[in-house]
Nanobody, 125 residues
Framework: QVQLVESGGGLVQAGGSLRLSCALSGRTFRNYGMGWFRQAPGKEREFVAAISFSGSNTNYTDSVKGRFTISRDNAKNTVYLQMNSLKPEDTAVYYC??????????????????WGQGTQVTVSS
């Protein structure tokens, strides 16, 4: 059974930082592209960042470029999202997700087949 478990959300003041973690089990982590998405209240889920299986390719939505960094540790089967200079508009439930086949790299939400349970990030002004 493929499973993603996220951690690291919380409440932070504007300008602060958080690091989200997401551990994958049930697939050979080092072969799979991973992504982070978020969903704010009343809004659709949106792409935040993606990383290729090797970590050599990354992609970010424009609103987080220069503030967020996606990375992975293939020895720990874990993908991270380092979030700096947080803004109130970053408040959302953050989800990690994995692509369904090895060596894929996509940013489209519909391409991902397994999702974590989500972790709440709240940024106060």
């Amino acid at each position: 059974q493929v499973q993603l478990v996220e951690s690291g959300g919380g409440l932070v003041q504007a300008g602060g930082s958080l690091r989200l973690s997401c551990a994958l089990s049930g697939r050979t982590f080092r072969n799979y592209g991973m992504g982070w998405f978020r969903q704010a209240p009343g809004k659709e889920r949106e792409f935040v960042a993606a990383i290729s299986f090797s970590g050599s390719n990354t992609n970010y939505t424009d609103s987080v470029k220069g503030r967020f960094t996606i990375s992975r540790d293939n020895a720990k089967n874990t993908v991270y999202l380092q979030m700096n200079s947080l803004k109130p508009e970053d408040t959302a439930v953050y989800y990690c997700a994995v692509l369904p086949r090895p060596y894929m790299f996509y940013v489209d939400l519909q391409r991902y087949d397994v999702w974590g349970q989500g972790t709440q990030v709240t940024v106060s002004s």
